[in-house]
Nanobody, 114 residues
Framework: QVQLVESGGGLVQSGGSLRLSCAAS????????MSWVRQAPGKELEWISSINGDGSGAYYANSVKGRFTASRDNNKNILYLQMDRLKPEDTATYYCRSSRDGSRGQGTQVTVSS
């Protein structure tokens, strides 16, 4: 079955960087568009980025454009999110999501201190 496992979250100061990873299994990763979404406490789920199956195109929400970069390694079945110039408002639980069936992992917590 589809399994998605996020990692790489943590506590970072404002202006810092983190790289999130999402290990995928149970489906044909290279043929599946993937997304990153996040949810801050008390807020709705927010889409922040999508990347197509071969990695040739990536798309970003305005809130993260120019600071976050999505990428993927189809040989390892891993999705990445490089997050730079982090802000306190980026604090949230981050999830990767498969376009195949909308499933997502357990999430990884990112906390940005001011």
């Amino acid at each position: 079955q589809v399994q998605l496992v996020e990692s790489g979250g943590g506590l970072v100061q404002s202006g810092g960087s983190l790289r999130l990873s999402c290990a995928a299994s149970g489906f044909t990763f290279s043929r599946t568009s993937m997304s990153w979404v996040r949810q801050a406490p008390g807020k709705e789920l927010e889409w922040i980025s999508s990347i197509n199956g071969d990695g040739s195109g990536a798309y970003y929400a305005n809130s993260v454009k120019g600071r976050f970069t999505a990428s993927r390694d189809n040989n390892k079945n891993i999705l990445y999110l490089q997050m730079d110039r982090l802000k306190p408002e980026d604090t949230a639980t981050y999830y990767c999501r498969s376009s195949r069936d909308g499933s997502r992992g357990q999430g990884t917590q990112v906390t940005v201190s001011s």
